[in-house]
């Protein structure tokens, strides 16, 4: 039997309600499913363990996961520790020396859910956005000088590599072919930003005439967050930077339902290190401990670390019990107008994952 380890990285505030509802369910379907199993690690690093150590996670916390087959992560923030310092500590300090360089979040409106864009249909939003990962507007590039004096000045510097971001379009208009429609359309803002994005519209017309059955569009960002509103169903893959494809993809969770939907996953395409999946929300402060965390972001994530082991009838087996619970309004969330409870959540989709016959 297939045996797949798991790095199980909850994090901080509601991070480990949902990650421990994920793994629940990642267990039910390997039992369901009878062909795999998986071993699954706990690591403990995030907020908590900041208080302790005075680091997010140890030293040689890279070392410990390196091998495993795949990253399961909560959240990194936590209320009396600024968001920087949690994030740079954890998140970024795992995304980034992985070279995990695809963020790739699909959007879709799942049955039972309403999107607040009045008129659209359950198929007429299905996105995914591609976020360059490993560069660009969050490389760490700047510095300030002048501290506490009116002298203070402070630097954020934008990287981009022609390697980076050839490789972020190449994926893009790869998985832009695989879907149906392939239809891609390249996010910039180079009508301001007026050298690295320019070089973004080169690079993205240069590859472009690999994938000649692939139709391709550019957007300024701006002009982008209406379309989102305005024509979602003129929509179908996106790449974008790293700070663009993090706010459009906030509001593409938004537009499907809720931030409590939607996945992520953190690729490395070529498998050098193991890629993580994550729910794109956060630590969610203000609900944190009180069991009414919404989980299907977690299981949706899920899904996608299925498919990237390569176990598709377990992912299509999790997606379909997925949208077989959210069209049941009983186990609905306080996010999405509802009074389920995560563990009521869970518990009927393991039910479904039990249930079915695929
Ligand atoms: P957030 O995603 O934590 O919460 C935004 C809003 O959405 C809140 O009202 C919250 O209750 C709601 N929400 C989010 N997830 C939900 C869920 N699963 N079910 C129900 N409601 C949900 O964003 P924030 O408030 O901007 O950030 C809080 C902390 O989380 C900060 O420290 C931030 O840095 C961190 N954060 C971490 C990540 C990450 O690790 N990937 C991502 C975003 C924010
Ligand atoms: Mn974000």
Same mark, same amino acid.
């Given at each position: 039997?297939?045996?797949?380890?798991?790095?199980?990285?909850?994090?901080?505030?509601?991070?480990?309600?949902?990650?421990?509802?994920?793994?629940?369910?990642?267990?039910?379907?390997?039992?369901?499913?009878?062909?795999?199993?998986?071993?699954?690690?706990?690591?403990?690093?995030?907020?908590?363990?900041?208080?302790?150590?005075?680091?997010?996670?140890?030293?040689?916390?890279?070392?410990?996961?390196?091998? /495993?087959?795949?990253?399961?992560?909560?959240?990194?923030?936590?209320?009396?520790?600024?968001?920087?310092? +949690?994030?740079?500590?954890?998140?970024?300090?795992?995304?980034?020396?992985?070279?995990?360089?695809?963020?790739?979040?699909?959007?879709?409106?799942?049955?039972?859910?309403?999107?607040?864009?009045?008129?659209?249909?359950?198929?007429?939003?299905?996105?995914?956005?591609?976020?360059?990962?490993?560069?660009?507007?969050?490389?760490?590039?700047?510095?300030?000088?002048?501290?506490?004096?009116?002298?203070?000045?402070?630097?954020?510097?934008?990287?981009?590599?022609?390697?980076?971001?050839?490789?972020?379009?190449?994926?893009?208009?790869?998985?832009?072919?695989?879907?149906?429609?392939?239809?891609?359309?390249?996010?910039?803002?180079?009508?301001?930003?007026? /050298?690295?994005?320019?070089?973004?519209?080169?690079?993205?017309?240069?590859?472009?005439?690999?994938?000649?059955?692939?139709?391709?569009?550019?957007?300024?960002?701006?002009?982008? +967050?209406?379309?989102?509103?305005?024509?979602?169903?003129?929509?179908?893959?996106?790449?974008?930077?790293?700070?663009?494809?993090?706010?459009?993809?906030?509001?593409?969770?938004?537009?499907?339902?809720?931030?409590?939907?939607?996945?992520?996953?953190?690729?490395?395409?070529?498998?050098?290190?193991?890629?993580?999946?994550?729910?794109?929300?956060?630590?969610?402060?203000?609900?944190?401990?009180?069991?009414?965390?919404?989980?299907?972001?977690?299981?949706?994530?899920?899904?996608?670390?299925?498919?990237?082991?390569?176990?598709?009838?377990?992912?299509?087996?999790?997606? +379909?019990?997925?949208?077989?619970?959210?069209?049941?309004?009983?186990?609905?969330?306080?996010?999405?107008?509802?009074?389920?409870?995560?563990?009521?959540?869970?518990?009927?989709?393991?039910?479904?994952?039990?249930?079915?016959?695929?």
């Amino acid at each position: 039997m297939k045996a797949y380890k798991i790095a199980a990285i909850p994090g901080d505030g509601i991070g480990t309600e949902v990650i421990s509802a994920g793994v629940e369910v990642l267990q039910a379907l390997a039992s369901r499913d009878g062909s795999f199993e998986f071993k699954v690690d706990q690591f403990d690093w995030g907020g908590e363990y900041y208080k302790r150590h005075g680091r997010m996670m140890p030293e040689n916390g890279r070392d410990l996961i390196k091998k /495993h087959d795949a990253i399961l992560f909560g959240s990194a923030g936590h209320p009396e520790i600024p968001d920087h310092i +949690t994030l740079w500590g954890l998140r970024l300090a795992i995304c980034q020396p992985f070279d995990q360089y695809a963020n790739v979040r699909p959007t879709r409106v799942l049955p039972g859910i309403t999107s607040p864009l009045r008129h659209v249909k359950d198929k007429e939003l299905d996105w995914v956005i591609v976020r360059e990962n490993s560069e660009g507007e969050y490389s760490g590039v700047g510095g300030r000088v002048h501290q506490g004096s009116p002298l203070e000045a402070a630097t954020d510097v934008s990287m981009f590599t022609r390697a980076g971001v050839e490789r972020i379009i190449r994926f893009a208009f790869k998985l832009a072919q695989a879907r149906p429609r392939k239809l891609l359309t390249v996010v910039t803002k180079s009508n301001a930003q007026r /050298h690295a994005m320019v070089m973004w519209d080169e690079i993205a017309a240069e590859i472009a005439r690999e994938f000649p059955d692939v139709t391709w569009d550019k957007m300024l960002v701006d002009a982008m +967050t209406m379309r989102m509103v305005m024509k979602p169903q003129s929509i179908d893959t996106v790449v974008a930077t790293n700070l663009h494809a993090d706010i459009l993809s906030d509001l593409a969770a938004a537009l499907a339902g809720s931030l409590g939907i939607a996945p992520t996953a953190n690729l490395n395409p070529e498998r050098a290190f193991p890629s993580m999946f994550e729910p794109i929300h956060g630590s969610a402060f203000d609900i944190m401990g009180k069991g009414i965390a919404n989980p299907i972001g977690t299981f949706w994530s899920a899904v996608m670390l299925l498919e990237h082991l390569g176990e598709k009838p377990a992912a299509d087996r999790l997606m +379909t019990a997925i949208e077989k619970v959210t069209a049941d309004p009983r186990f609905h969330t306080p996010d999405l107008g509802g009074t389920a409870r995560t563990t009521d959540v869970t518990a009927a989709v393991i039910d479904a994952i039990h249930g079915s016959n695929r």
